[in-house]
């Protein structure tokens, strides 16, 4: 059997708390790829972070002195240097 590569067109935006599965199986109906058993699903860690609940309002971060100080030097955004530390530990 040939391998087969696509994107699900038609999902909508993900919002907290969203059947994610349901909604990649409904896509991929609606765009004429019905998932069938063996199918191997891949999504990104943003749409399941997403379905999750796990956002962050940036203006609601403060940055540690550490954060700050790596984003100085790195040229980002303290606040998000800020969440990528926290996720990290």
Known sequence: MPLQIFGVPGLP???????LAA??????ADA???LTDGDVVVV????????EGRLVELADVEP???ATAW??????EPAVIE???REAK
Not at 13 to 19: K, N, S, T
Not at 23 to 28: D, G, R, S, T
Not at 71 to 76: A, F, N, P, T, V
């Open 13 to 19: 935006e993900i919002e907290p708390g969203a059947d």
């Open 23 to 28: 909604m990649v199986l409904a896509a991929a």
């Open 32 to 34: 004429g790829t019905p």
């Open 44 to 51: 990104t860690s943003k749409i399941v972070s997403k379905a």
């Open 64 to 66: 540690s002195a550490f």
């Open 71 to 76: 984003s100085q030097r790195w040229d980002k």
């Open 83 to 85: 969440v990528v530390l």
